[in-house]
């Protein structure tokens, strides 16, 4: 334990832990104890009686190093092998067996664009980043994390996962509200100062989305766009993973751009499988995928930059078009990119 927690431990009330880290509650739940909250832990679990604990068989002494082991592992780092500062992804081979000669750095903040025809294995790339792949998959491709392999405890473990994804398609099973459904995940994340982030994340969901929606609508009458942005701001704002990867999300009817540079800002790794040229050319570098192999990684250039200008005032047209749409209203175009 470090020495800024066992401070904390120390220094802070129960009722204190308990707002900074609300999944601590449980451990008391758990044996059925309403300790004094405002005493230290220490204090509260040491001033136990033998007989609190006669369900359990435990003494006092064996609680508190029992809620030691539990702070310890459910405030841990976001990653057991510390910060993320650099991913690399080592080519392997195309469908036919041609080697990919390709070593690819990024780092935190970079957002790298996955393009090529319909099956030419965008998705199978994700996948390989996704499972941290080390030479096991059918392309061969190795992924490091800090410039070393990624041992088996994390590309296997089930807790503080490096990578979280966003599919396509993303259907919400439980029947939660909103509020309820950033309440679940700014606990199980370990929020600090969880009203905060849940106003936050929300605020950014209505911005990307376009469309109102309130705090207590259920999750399952959100709209496509609705829902996908909701999933991107958690990921954004509360997720752990330094790691995101973005499978097409320009059918999804949110602010792609927006959604793009949150991600970014977070200082996340992201990689985007896109066929939109708004995404594509808003990366740093973009693969090129053709018969299941990377052929080729490309800069983006002051070139694609400046058309990249006209190509977002072209977009936004559109967008005003699809809006009026929407809206039942006549359509009526007045300018055109200069």
């Known amino acids: 334990m470090n020495e800024q927690t066992q401070n904390a431990l120390e220094r802070m009330s129960l009722a204190e832990l308990f707002r900074t880290w609300p999944v601590l509650h449980d451990f008391f739940e758990n044996l059925r104890l309403s300790p004094d909250l405002s005493l230290t832990a220490e204090d509260a679990l ?54 990919e000669e390709c070593r690819l750095n990024v780092c935190p903040g970079d957002i790298i664009s996955v393009v090529g025809p319909t099956g030419s ?4 790339l994700l996948e390989d980043i996704e499972c941290l792949a080390q030479g096991d998959t059918p392309t061969g491709r190795r992924i490091l994390l800090n410039h070393a392999p990624v041992p088996d405890d994390i590309r296997f473990g089930t807790r503080h996962k490096p990578v979280a994804q966003l599919t396509q398609n993303m259907n919400f099973v439980m029947d939660l509200t909103v509020r309820e459904f950033l309440e679940m995940h700014a606990r199980c994340r370990l929020q600090p100062d969880e009203k905060a982030r849940i106003a936050a994340c929300f605020d950014c969901a209505i911005r990307l ?42 059918n ?36 090129v995928i053709k018969n299941g192999g990377i052929c080729k990684i490309l800069h983006t250039t002051s070139e694609e930059r400046a058309g990249l200008h006209i190509i977002e005032r ?6 005003g078009v699809q809006d009026d749409l929407r809206r039942g209203e006549r359509i009526t175009i007045t300018e055109m990119p200069g």
């Open 46 to 99: 040491l001033s136990l009686s033998p007989e609190d604990l006669a369900d359990f068989a435990l003494l006092p002494m064996d609680v508190y190093d029992q809620f030691l082991q539990y702070f310890e592992r459910f405030t841990a780092p976001a990653s057991d092998q510390g910060v993320i500062q650099a991913l690399t992804l080592i080519g392997g081979h195309d469908k036919s067996g041609v080697p």
């Open 314 to 319: 072209l977009d936004s047209i559109l967008r």
């Open 252 to 287: 999804a009817g949110i602010n792609r751009h927006e959604a793009i540079r949150l991600l970014a800002q977070e200082g996340k790794i992201v990689f985007l499988s896109t066929y939109d040229p708004v995404l594509a050319l808003n990366a740093s570098r973009r693969i």
């Open 121 to 124: 294995g965008k998705s199978r």
């Open 209 to 250: 989305s376009g469309e109102a929606f309130e705090l207590d609508t259920k999750v399952t009458r959100l709209s496509g766009g609705q829902s996908r942005a909701l999933m991107i701001t958690d990921t954004a704002c509360m997720s752990r993973s330094p790691i995101i990867l973005v499978d097409e999300i320009e």
